[in-house]
């Protein structure tokens, strides 16, 4: 993929703040989709040398397959603190090298994390996808802001997430029995298209495809 990376990363949160702000509002969360979908991807991160070195993974898979077409992994010195709420300007650069490295540009890109389930509404998934200006979905294992009802057990039940009177996601059961992923509109993808595709990328696992894939990936040593 061609990538064109902005040099100017924050290195304080207080700059990081103002970029959030500054970001917010060129969120889109309808839906902007080239159809029909041939090819999603899944981007997560692993670390090394206690935190410094930062290591991004991409999957490229066929859609609704879900075969393997193409990966990526690179390694790069990790330059933001880790601080909750502000993990985008830690993980990005890493990830937009290993985007550069991919030649099969997916449709759409599920990313290990939260897209406007956010203090701000600008987690990695939304200000990935804008960057990039693709779209993309937050996937999150755990809760970073809001409230929802007790999700049933059975796959596909649902609750919304609500933060401050605003639904910013949903709490989705993507197996039966499993503890519930954290889905969010990233960029240019409604909440009930987010969902849809998260479920169509799930098979036997707790996770979809895409991410479950790219943690493998960037977990490994």
């Known amino acids: 993929m061609k990538i064109s990376q902005d040099s100017a990363w924050p290195s304080t949160v207080a700059e990081a703040i103002v970029i959030q702000e500054k970001l917010r509002d060129q969120v889109i969360t309808s839906d902007q989709l080239q159809e029909p979908i041939q090819y999603v991807a899944g ?12 290591r ?11 075969q393997v077409i193409e990966t990526s992994l ?28 991919i030649k099969t540009t997916p449709d759409i890109i599920l990313c290990d994390g939260q897209g406007i389930a956010h203090p ?9 996808g804008l960057l990039i200006d693709m779209p993309t979905i937050g996937v999150a294992k755990s809760k970073l802001v809001g409230k929802n ?7 596909g039940s649902r609750q919304p997430l609500i ?3 605003e639904t910013i996601g949903a709490v989705l059961r993507s197996r039966t029995g499993v503890k519930p992923l954290y889905i969010s509109s990233g960029h240019r993808v409604s909440l009930p298209t987010a969902i849809d595709y998260v ?9 979809p495809e895409t991410t479950r894939l790219a943690d493998k990936l960037a977990s490994a040593k």
């Open 56 to 66: 991004a993974a991409v999957v490229v898979l066929s859609f609704p397959d879900l």
């Open 149 to 155: 009802e007790e999700v049933p057990k059975t796959k």
């Open 163 to 165: 933060y401050k009177g």
């Open 120 to 128: 701000r509404r600008l987690g990695i998934a939304s200000h990935l």
């Open 199 to 207: 479920l169509r990328c799930i098979t036997k696992y707790r996770l």
């Open 43 to 54: 981007v997560d991160m692993g670390f090394e040398a206690n935190g410094t070195i930062s």
């Open 74 to 101: 690179v390694h790069r010195p990790t330059t933001f603190p880790y601080v909750p709420g502000f993990l985008s300007f830690r993980e990005i650069p890493a990830v937009l090298d290993a985007l550069e490295k």
